[in-house]
């Protein structure tokens, strides 16, 4: 019986390992070979030294980048998780079904978009005579800076990922037995409290999972900070590109690839981990 069951699960599972094998294993073996090889004349030459890893890693560059790049992606996650949470909330509890599925339909809207063109467009919104300002001088405010920097780097992310945060929270909220809001309001809890008690725990899953997209899609990004940060204080995305344009350094790109990798493989165990502890 046992093998008759497996026999049966291969042909489910089999498609999503030769998938990961080809195209995350492979490519990630790849980037790790390269990464102990060396650049002689602007070429790539099959090698084995460690020379790029002691670079990359006693370069306070790197650790500049990588800190950097933490605190944007944790700050567009957190902050991507709260402003979703009301919106969310709303889309589940308060509206028909027929108006929670154009709701749905319009949070899609967005992925047909180029997400390039999507922060090339905020350009004009943010920029020093940009819309934004412009208003703002009508109320006799002076022009704040909200491009080339920290902030605008933050718009782009929240750009990117907010929709899906929106998303995945809405269907975790779907999966809440209505029962559990109603008993809450029968005992006059009002909504925030509702929503703090009961909604919140019982879509705990929900909640992590969607701040580790968001971290995920914050951290690797690189559009965002080059068009609308300015590329002033790099991130690790730009570091690579930066790496590769400086004599081809292929290898040493590679070790700051390879360093992102494992810290979002690192931060996806640890987040789902918490997500499903003591759930069975």
Not at 32 to 41: G, L, P, R, Y
Not at 147 to 176: A, E, H, K, R
Request: charged share 10%; net charge positive; hydrophobic share 55%.
């Amino acid at each position: 019986m046992t093998k008759q069951v497996d026999q049966r699960r291969w042909p489910l599972i089999g498609p999503p390992l030769l998938w990961q094998l080809a195209f995350f294993a492979l490519p990630l073996l790849f980037l790790v070979v390269i990464s102990f090889w060396s650049v002689q004349n602007f070429r790539l030459e099959p090698d084995f030294t460690i020379k790029n890893w002691v670079t990359m890693m006693t370069r306070d560059t790197f650790w500049s980048a990588y800190g950097y790049t933490w605190q944007l992606a944790l700050g567009a996650a957190f902050l991507a998780s709260l402003l979703a949470l009301p919106a969310a909330y709303s889309i589940t509890f308060h509206l028909s079904e027929r108006a929670r599925g154009i709701a749905v339909m319009l949070l899609v809207v967005p992925f047909f978009t180029s997400y390039l063109v999507r922060a090339y467009a905020w350009q004009v919104f943010l920029a020093d005579n940009g819309i934004i300002n412009a208003l703002l001088a009508l109320l006799g405010i002076q022009p704040l800076p909200m491009l080339n920097n920290s902030f605008g780097t933050l718009v782009g992310y929240l750009t990117l990922c907010m929709p899906l945060v929106v998303l995945i929270q809405v269907m975790g909220m779907s999966q809440i037995d209505r029962v559990l809001i109603e008993a809450a309001r029968n005992l006059r809890a009002g909504p925030w409290r509702t929503l703090y008690e009961v909604v919140i725990p019982a879509m705990k899953a929900s909640l992590v999972v969607a701040w580790l997209f968001a971290f995920i899609l914050s951290f690797g990004d690189f559009v965002s900070p080059s068009y609308l940060g300015g590329g002033g204080s790099p991130t690790l995305s730009n570091l690579i590109i930066d790496t590769t344009k400086s004599g081809q350094q292929w290898p040493r790109a590679a070790v700051v690839a390879i360093a992102m990798i494992f810290t979002l493989v690192a931060t996806s165990i640890f987040a789902v981990g918490y997500a499903y502890r003591g759930r069975q």
